[in-house]
């Protein structure tokens, strides 16, 4: 199968990891463990020569494959990419922004079920990228080190006694590990109460993003809590960071909705109900306000109010309303109102309207 | 700025002298540059880069360090917050420690430790990658006009080409035959 067909198969469906399965799923989107690694011998991606992004791109290439690390993996050299392919594999995670728009030679190796995903040439010349379902932390942590072994059995990555694993951004340097949390708290932001979360956050060491990382805005009520400190903590200390965090917020987001149900239930009802009546109803929407009804939705389903929405289908529809899934599923480029058009017909035929 | 030797004319030609691995930089007119061997400049300039770090004139005046492996400059990592190399990280140890304890409330790794790793790059890669150094820095001192210094970079590579071509015949293929 050629990339683009492989692409193009993936924009009608989400990967299994966002079917909405895995521990406390009803609040937990999913878990990453981010590895930032560099090859030794080279400068960081801000010196490297073409020749030598290049020279990177092939000898990890081929350093993976030889692993094994990746079981039939999926190589995608971004250069060859349309923009449209680029920014489906950007809603889906498997690759960055920034590597999306990156100039120099790069390219992504992924596994079939997208819980695999290595970068390379983004920021650092490797970014590994461990996925999992719910909470499942420790699971997550066991395949990100093996993977980082046999890779790290092949080549010889920066490392310092004194500073660890080099990276170019001393913010990496360390463990040059970003474990993360994607979290669905509408009941917090609802209740106005998610500033006092992000407080509490900051104060263990942790920070608070968007849908897609830095700097991204937190569209569908989505955040990533990761870690900010890669440096004198172990991998260890910083899961046990996230570990003893996590928790807590999801606890404090059902309180919400338990509360919510409690007393104002009606209220609750009503907003849910007339999302879906809007989602089924819609002749023309924009993703942004598909994924501020879908949050409300997801919601009201794990609140038992909408009882015969499929979770699945909701958490599949946030990925692909998305502009890139909505166009490569048409197989063309669109224009906004084609989009919108398009998209209103996609959720109506998945929420059946 | 006035010649800081006879005092008389504008100071056109900034001169650095390295003694016992210490630079000053002196301002001077063309006439007593050319009195203080000013056309060694060159040759000087060469010897600097040869050596681990490089002193320039910032823009500041003041000198700066910056790194014979990437060529970053303290200066410039400041602006973009990307180092260019693992090498930067010792370079600038100084200035990077107080940072890092900022960032990170610590400036030592207490994580992984590689178990297993492949055997370290050979010496073509780190002469490859001075290479890459030298063409940079050949194409800034030609778009500066300073042929002079042009000459002497383009020899450098060639003599560095030559010597990679000794020591890895079959240049272009890493190590594993990626």
Redesign the interface.
């Given at each position: 199968m050629t990339i683009s067909k492989l692409i193009r198969d993936l924009s009608s469906r989400a990967g299994d990891w966002l079917k909405g399965s895995g521990t406390d799923a009803d609040v937990v989107i999913s878990s990453r463990i981010r590895l930032a690694r560099?090859l030794?011998?080279?400068?960081?991606?801000?010196?490297l020569?073409e020749?030598?992004a290049l020279?990177i791109v092939?000898?990890l290439?081929?350093?993976v494959e030889?692993s094994g690390a990746v079981p039939d993996p999926i190589i995608c050299d971004l250069r060859d990419t349309p923009s449209l392919d680029r920014l489906l594999l950007v809603e889906r995670h498997l690759i960055s922004r920034e590597l999306a728009n990156g100039e120099e030679p790069r390219s992504v190796i992924f596994s079939r079920d997208e819980v695999l995903s290595l970068m390379i040439n983004e920021?650092d010349h490797l970014r590994i990228q461990v996925l999992r379902a719910g909470l499942e932390l420790d699971e997550l942590m066991s395949k990100a080190?093996s993977i980082?072994?046999r890779i790290?059995?092949?080549?010889?990555?920066?490392?310092?006694?004194?500073?660890?694993?080099?990276t170019?951004?001393?913010?990496n340097?360390?463990?040059g590990?970003r474990l993360s949390v994607m979290l669905h708290l509408p009941a917090l932001v609802f209740s106005k109460e998610i500033e006092r979360v992000f407080q509490a956050v900051s104060s263990m060491?942790l920070t608070v993003r968007g849908l897609y990382g830095e700097g991204t805005q937190a569209t569908g009520d989505f955040y990533q809590v990761s870690n900010q400190?890669?440096?004198?903590?172990?991998?260890e200390d910083i899961l046990d960071d996230v570990r003893r965090a996590v928790p807590r917020i999801v606890k404090a987001e059902r309180d919400v909705r338990d509360a919510l149900l409690a007393e104002s239930r009606t209220m609750i009802e009503d907003k849910a109900w007339r999302a879906l009546g809007t989602l089924r109803s819609a002749r023309t929407i924009g993703s942004e306000e598909s994924m501020e009804f879908l949050s409300i939705i997801r919601m009201g389903a794990y609140m038992g109010v909408l009882p015969n929405v499929e979770i699945s289908s909701v958490n599949e529809l946030f990925l692909l309303v998305q502009p890139g899934h909505v166009q490569n599923l048409q197989g063309r480029t669109l224009k906004a109102a084609e989009r919108d058009r398009v998209r209103s017909e996609l959720i109506r035929s998945r929420l059946g309207g | 700025m006035l010649c800081e030797s006879c005092k008389k004319n504008n100071a056109t030609v900034s001169l650095t002298e390295i003694k016992d691995s210490k630079a000053t930089v002196y301002q001077l007119c063309e006439n007593c540059a050319r009195s203080q061997g000013y056309p060694a400049k060159q040759t000087l300039l060469g010897d600097l880069i040869s050596g681990f770090v490089t002193k320039t004139r910032s823009s500041e005046g003041g000198s700066e360090k910056a790194c014979e492996?990437?060529?970053?400059t303290y200066q410039s990592f400041r602006a973009?917050?990307?180092?260019?190399?693992?090498q930067c990280?010792?370079l600038f140890e100084e200035e990077?420690t107080p940072?890092?304890e900022k960032?990170?409330?610590?400036?030592?790794?207490?994580?992984?430790?590689?178990?297993?790793?492949?055997?370290?790059?050979s010496e073509t890669?780190?002469l490859?990658?001075r290479l890459?150094q030298l063409?940079?820095e050949l194409k800034s001192v030609v778009e500066s006009e300073d042929y002079e210094r042009a000459v002497e970079i383009r020899d450098r590579i060639q003599t560095m080409e030559k010597e990679l071509a000794r020591e890895d015949p079959c240049s272009?293929s890493?190590p594993?035959?990626?």
């Open positions: 560099n030794e011998g080279y400068p960081f991606l801000p010196r020569e020749e030598q020279e092939r000898r290439t081929a350093a030889r920021e080190r980082d072994d790290e059995h092949e080549v010889r990555f920066s490392y310092s006694n004194r500073l660890g694993y080099l170019s951004c001393p913010t340097t360390g463990t590990m060491n400190v890669t440096l004198g903590k172990s991998e | 492996i990437c060529g970053m973009k917050g990307r180092l260019g190399c693992p990280y010792d990077l940072l890092l960032i990170h409330g610590s400036a030592r790794h207490i994580g992984k430790v590689p178990r297993e790793s492949a055997p370290a790059e890669l780190r490859r990658n890459a063409k940079r272009g890493g594993e035959g990626a």
